[in-house]
């Protein structure tokens, strides 16, 4: 399972959604920065699905997307890789 996840302009809290394919989430992240670097006077608003949760639905104008990331969720560890980014510095 995919997660794609969406931090919005002013919303502390990030929204996101599941697809079962990398190939489904790929798209729609592409998708999302596409519209994202687009004339953010007509901002595109982008409904998003959710494969885990069948009946979430997400819709949210492009111009308030600060960012988009995909992880996939590790049913070994029990949980998700955790999202974002980590620097390891050796000391």
Do not use: H
């Amino acid at each position: 399972m995919y997660s794609l996840e969406l931090s919005i302009r002013y919303s502390p809290f990030p929204i996101s959604i599941q697809k079962k394919k990398f190939e489904d989430v790929q798209q729609i992240y592409d998708e999302i920065k596409k519209a994202m670097n687009e004339n953010l006077e007509s901002s595109k608003l982008i409904e998003l699905r959710c494969d885990k949760v069948q009946d979430k639905l997400i819709a949210v104008r492009a111009k308030e997307v600060i960012s988009v990331q995909i992880y996939e969720k590790s049913s070994v560890a029990g949980g998700a890789k955790r999202p974002g980014f980590s620097l390891d510095i050796d000391s």
